[in-house]
């Protein structure tokens, strides 16, 4: 199959535009005829089915190949963290008070 530019730029135009996926650009997109290639790593399952609805929607793509994957663990602790009492901000440094 030949690479096909235009397809592989529209899928990028539809990631671009939806507010479900807020950093499309961790989503690497390959077409190769009307088969479309979604590679990367997102912060939730929300986000992964939304990058895959959207290549869906796109005229032309007939068969979506997607490794986008996400860590449900990162997100069942931070959403852990962020409701525990006194927590103010998460950020990447542990203070203790």
Request: net charge negative.
């Amino acid at each position: 199959m030949l690479a096909n530019p235009p397809l592989q730029e529209a899928v990028i135009a539809i990631l671009e535009r939806d507010p479900r996926v807020p950093d499309p650009l961790t989503i690497a997109v390959a077409a190769q005829g009307d088969v479309v290639a979604l590679r990367g790593k997102v912060e939730t399952f929300r986000e992964r089915h939304a990058a895959i609805d959207d290549a869906r929607q796109v005229d032309g793509v007939r068969e979506i190949d997607g490794y986008v994957e996400y860590d449900p663990q990162r997100v069942a602790a931070y959403d852990d963290v962020a409701t525990l009492e006194r927590v103010m901000g998460i950020d990447n440094e542990i203070t203790i008070l």
